[in-house]
């Protein structure tokens, strides 16, 4: 395993003492990690085989009805609405951490997508798309007339 460190200039400047007084608390790390889950509520994998790109995403309770997937060259968009349904009248609501409301998720690869082989599942709250690159006819050698 490799070791990174990062280069400090202010560390012969500034001791110890008064970098931890600069640095972020737990409390605004937390903070910023919740806000960093909320943003990215779609979780993906992306794989490369030799044929094109699967992705895997992971989007519980969702029905398939509600996922949108949008093709375009070789960008692909993730679209989807996630509604939960209300509290009973007769329960009061003490915690509501479950999201709500519209996601989407836009990537780009490095090849073409061929839209009209590509396909999409959804099982166990999992979509996978199966994402063929698109193939040329190779290039084209002109006789001169």
Avoid: C, W
């Avoid at 993730?78 to 009248?89: F, G, H, I, M, Y």
């Avoid at 329960?91 to 996601?103: A, C, I, K, P, W």
């Avoid at 061929?114 to 006789?143: H, N, Y």
């Amino acid at each position: 395993m490799t070791r990174v460190s990062i280069y400090d200039p202010f560390a012969d400047v500034f001791p110890a003492l008064f970098r931890s007084v600069l640095a972020p608390s737990s409390a605004e790390r937390a903070v910023s990690a919740a806000a960093a889950e909320a943003a990215a509520p779609m979780r993906l994998d992306v794989a490369e085989t030799a044929q094109g790109y699967v992705v895997r995403a992971d989007l519980p309770g969702v029905p398939k009805d509600a996922i949108q997937i949008d093709i375009d060259g070789n960008r692909v968009t993730l679209r989807t609405r996630v509604q939960r349904e209300p509290a009973k009248t007769d329960e009061r609501v003490l915690r509501s951490e479950r999201h709500t409301g519209d996601y989407a998720r836009s990537f780009a690869f490095s090849e073409e997508i061929d839209d009209s082989r590509a396909t999409a599942k959804v099982e166990q709250g999992v979509l996978e798309l199966v994402l063929p690159k698109k193939t040329g006819a190779g290039p084209t050698r002109l006789t001169v007339q």
